[in-house]
């Protein structure tokens, strides 16, 4: 089963997917934020939609390890994505965290290195944020 990976931010979800080998990941789609339950709600239509079996969401922890007011944030939309997933029949989806330090700065980077303009940047740093976590953690799995 395929994994989907999201980088959870104030105002977008960046969303990527893995290919069904678990080699690759390829960024799928940019939620905006409208509120906690609806955006629960679109990303376990995504999880459908390609056949996910876990979720991997990456965790901004602060440089020390510590949690951030962010990850505060990203706790309670793990909550509320459980939550809404065992009411959907779906609670056998694992959710599974990976550390998200600097992936929003390489992704901003490699944009950049693309010569791609500020303004489509804007449009794609969240996927290819989450590109870059589910990559990491599919790397990671495979040691």
Sequence with gaps: MRKIALDVGDK????????????????????????????????????????????????????????????????????????KMKSSAMGHVEIVFEDERFTTVIAERVLIEADVRRSKRREVIDKQAAVLILQGHLDGSKR
């Design 12 to 83: 977008r979800i960046g969303v990527a997917v893995s290919d069904e080998l678990l080699i690759t990941a390829r960024g799928i789609a940019t939620i905006d934020r409208v509120g906690i339950r609806k955006d629960a709600g679109k990303v376990i239509d995504l999880i459908k939609e390609y056949g996910c079996g876990t979720v991997v969401i990456g965790l901004p922890k602060k440089l020390d390890g510590t949690d951030s007011p962010q990850t505060e944030k990203v706790y309670e939309f793990k909550m509320m994505l459980e939550n």
